[in-house]
């Protein structure tokens, strides 16, 4: 038995044992099939009015996953929108540090934001291709190392033919002892919430700017994580994601 008291071991055994499952049966079966539930008779149901159109609903319906890129260089520009998207401070962090509070671009169970973004990127005016760290209160990219960095990816990422062309790869880390300090086995459960809510940012921003994106959770753990350089007993990399200029045809 794991002791009460004990926060992380429960999640550390859940998350070494989860790596991907390559289930060939799944994979040959090239239908789409999708179950819904249903309570009780649709002549019960009350339907709803048509949601009115906005911009984010736009966004929305135009997102869809990209396994194809073209080889094209982007913009600083781009990239610094999708990391502050991501994971960026909403406010100055000059005048938030008395407070000792920043507030991100997402909810974070207790304010503890246990995420670290890293980025892989390959042509982008201004920056060498290589590996990234992103610095939230300087809104900057941190050099880790350059690199051939897709090159590098490729044993670590399952998904690495649909984005070998991509220009961005965004790792998001967690630092799992800064949630599970307070919340114990189930802040695991809500560094997983944090990091969905960082990657549907990112995919709307990529839509926004007129790029494809792919979120990705097929992949080597141990691989990317010692790609990254980071202490297997704390960190991890707990989701991914890819932006680029799409190859396929729209619809």
């Given at each position: ?42 002549a019960n149901a009350i339907a ?204």
């Amino acid at each position: 038995m794991i002791p009460l008291e004990d926060p992380t071991t429960l999640s550390q055994l859940f998350h070494l044992n989860s790596e991907p499952w390559l289930n060939d049966d799944a994979y040959r079966n090239a239908a789409y099939h999708q179950d819904f539930k249903e309570i009780g008779s649709p002549a019960n149901a009350i339907a709803l009015p048509a949601p009115a159109p906005s911009a984010l609903s736009e966004l929305i319906r135009r997102r869809r996953s990209c396994r194809a890129y073209q080889p094209r260089r982007m913009p600083l520009a781009s990239v610094s929108a999708l990391a502050a998207a991501s994971y960026g401070a909403v406010e100055d962090a000059e005048a938030t540090k008395q407070a000792g509070f920043l507030r991100r671009s997402v909810p974070s169970a207790g304010g503890l934001f246990p995420l670290e973004v890293y980025a892989f990127v390959q042509r982008v005016d201004g920056l060498p291709d290589g590996l990234y760290h992103y610095d939230v209160r300087g809104h900057a990219l941190e050099l880790v190392r350059s690199c051939d960095a897709f090159a590098e990816l490729q044993p670590a990422l399952y998904t690495h033919p649909f984005v070998r062309d991509a220009n961005v790869v965004l790792c998001l880390a967690a630092v799992f002892p800064r949630t599970q300090k307070k919340y114990g086995p189930r802040g695991y459960r809500y560094i997983l919430l944090e990091a969905g809510h960082s990657v549907q940012n990112f995919c709307l921003c990529a839509t926004e700017l007129e790029l494809g994106s792919l979120c990705m959770g097929g992949f080597v753990d141990s691989r990317l994580n010692r790609l990254l350089g980071l202490d297997p007993k704390n960190e991890g990399v707990v989701y991914a994601a890819a932006a680029g200029y799409s190859a396929e045809q729209p619809g």
